[in-house]
């Protein structure tokens, strides 16, 4: 009865892999149209954040008889308040938003998708007690307490992304939870529990390729997320300064009276429209990919 069970899973398995071959998913993965447009924009700022010093060196030095110009071939997105080139800081900025997003991006959906997959298939006290915690954090008010404690201890960037992560994972979790737990009845978890296959390998090798589509939307959500508080609690100067952030652009902006000056309104509205299209060159990528991962949107 076990051989027949495990050459089952085997052949099911086979199957999977080959309805979703490397060439079959490139194919539906053009097909979305939105995909590569949203890989595309992702590559540039991935580009930005590598090899931005390269491609556009950060203009530090002061010049007064260019304030405030307007967009030109010299200055692609004009020049700010001390004449200084606008885009090597947009350029030069990306670097610290992604990396700091992506790295709490990733520890809160890897906490949302480990808590709430354990939560969810193992029930009882366990579940019980996981959702305690869940709710418990649930209830922290959490861009006020980053603030707190970014203004009372001196952050290094992965302290904050991990402190971002641990506080952004518990909604997710409980959404997955609830996947999860439509999940736990159907055959195949029943077949993997008859053959004692350890909860470690139900989670990872069963259930993960099943909410992965949702796990990807979120994981981009929750880069944005992550972006939004980043760039506020810079806004807000509680993480050290670094003159080329965007949220520092803002700060400035804000600070030295540059809202209220019409000649500012490229250097304003940089960061503005820089952040927009990241988000939604996520947005435009994760949308393919649940696409692509999911079979019941292939159709």
Do not use: C
């Not at 305690?132 to 302290?159: C, E, K, N």
């Not at 999940?183 to 090798?205: K, P, Q, S």
């Amino acid at each position: 009865m076990g051989r027949l069970l495990r050459s089952k899973l085997k052949a099911s398995r086979v199957v999977k892999r080959s309805s979703t071959s490397i060439s079959g998913v490139l194919k539906l993965f053009i097909q979305t149209k939105s995909g590569p447009i949203g890989l595309g924009i992702i590559s540039i700022y991935i580009i930005m954040a590598l090899w931005g010093q390269h491609i556009r060196p950060l203009d530090t030095t002061p010049n007064p008889l260019k304030i405030y110009l307007p967009p030109s071939l010299q200055h692609p997105l004009g020049t700010d308040n001390l004449g200084r080139d606008t885009l090597s800081f947009i350029v030069n900025g990306a670097r610290d938003v992604l990396y700091i997003s992506f790295l709490a991006a990733i520890i809160s959906t890897f906490l949302a998708a480990f808590v709430g997959s354990l939560a969810g298939l193992v029930g009882g006290k366990v579940d019980s007690a996981l959702m305690y915690i869940t709710d418990t954090i649930l209830t922290i008010p959490q861009f006020p307490l980053m603030a707190m404690l970014s203004g009372m201890v001196r952050l290094s960037d992965v302290s904050l992304a991990a402190i971002m992560g641990v506080l952004s994972w518990p909604a997710l979790a409980r959404a997955i939870r609830s996947q999860v737990l439509s999940i736990r009845e159907r055959e195949f978890i029943e077949a993997a529990r008859i053959l004692d296959l350890g909860t470690r390998h139900i989670v990872l090798v069963e259930i993960m390729p099943n909410i992965m589509p949702y796990i990807v939307v979120n994981f981009a959500l929750a880069m944005i997320y992550s972006l939004y508080n980043y760039v506020g609690l810079v806004f807000l100067g509680f993480v050290p300064f670094k003159v080329q952030n965007w949220g520092v652009m803002l700060n400035q902006a804000w600070v030295l009276g540059a809202v209220y000056n019409e000649a500012s309104i490229w250097w304003i509205l940089a960061p503005i429209i820089t952040i927009t299209i990241f988000e939604i060159g996520l947005i435009m990528l994760a949308r393919s990919l649940e696409t692509v991962l999911n079979p019941r949107l292939r159709g």
